[in-house]
């Protein structure tokens, strides 16, 4: 089953910085669920960078890409950051064998994505 947490954090020099930690399968089954999720959690705050945290996922299919690089592209005509943290082998290799690391910048850690926040 599909799930999106959020929490906010801030970075070094104060922002705000809204993670989106998504955990399951993003299928096509699950896209009504995850596009519903993300656009709720993402409109109740103002931060001004999202992180699409992958690490817990299971499974990403086609569709599923599909609708998160229309909601990094949503994000951005919002004047919003956004960016995708990555660790586990399989995830990366997928994000980055469809090239969806052209379009959105793949981090392995919300650490590592402290460089992103502008």
Do not use: C, W, Y
């Not at 229309?70 to 950051?81: D, H, I, L, M």
């Not at 994000?95 to 402290?114: G, H, P, Q």
């Amino acid at each position: 089953m599909l799930s999106v947490n959020s929490s906010l954090h801030e970075s070094r020099d104060g922002k705000q910085v809204l993670v989106l930690r998504i955990e399951g399968e993003i299928t096509l089954s699950s896209l009504p669920r995850l596009t519903d999720s993300l656009n709720r959690e993402s409109s109740r705050t103002e931060a001004k960078f999202v992180l699409l945290d992958l690490d817990a996922i299971d499974v990403i299919d086609d569709a599923g890409l599909g609708t998160l690089m229309g909601f990094a592209a949503r994000t951005r005509a919002a004047r919003r950051g956004v960016a995708v943290v990555a660790s586990m082998p399989r995830v990366r290799d997928r994000l980055v064998d469809t090239r969806f690391d052209k379009a959105v910048d793949i981090v392995s850690s919300l650490v590592d994505a402290e460089r992103l926040v502008r």
